[in-house]
């Protein structure tokens, strides 16, 4: 999980999620599309030192898609989960969230919400893929 900067009230966590929320319900090929044009560029720009948060941010988007794209070595996961992971990236790849991500220093804690979410249900939906993440996760970190 992403250890956030700032404190989050429960209105904005609701309002990020039930975004999340709408963006699983509604993600295709365009979005997919979307996300393998912007997301190399967005993680490159998240890279920072070691430790902080926005390289959690960008350590996890990593995983998550690499579990979108290859989940288990075999090109195939659990077909409720494609729109899940989708959903997270696209979110993040998105410069006009709840949080714009241009606002210094909190521009990607709403992108952090919907990435520990997406952990969360990858959790309830399919153990051994969350494990698989979060490995991919502490092999990014070294």
Known sequence: MIKLPIRVGD????RVQKSYAEAI???????ELY????LPKILAGLTGEAGD???????????????YENPDGKGTTNGSLRPV???ALFYLC???DIIPD?????GFVDDAIVLNDCLQRIEQQDP??????LACISSLRR
Not at 25 to 31: I, M, N, S
């Open 128 to 133: 051994e893929l969350s494990r698989n993440v």
């Open 85 to 87: 992971l989708l959903a």
């Open 25 to 31: 319900r509604q993600v295709g090929k365009d979005e």
């Open 53 to 67: 948060w926005r390289m959690d941010v960008a350590l996890t988007a990593s995983a998550v898609y690499e579990a």
């Open 35 to 38: 996300v393998r044009g912007k």
């Open 11 to 14: 209105d904005l966590r609701q």
């Open 102 to 106: 241009r606002v210094p220093s909190t």
């Open 94 to 96: 998105n410069p006009y």
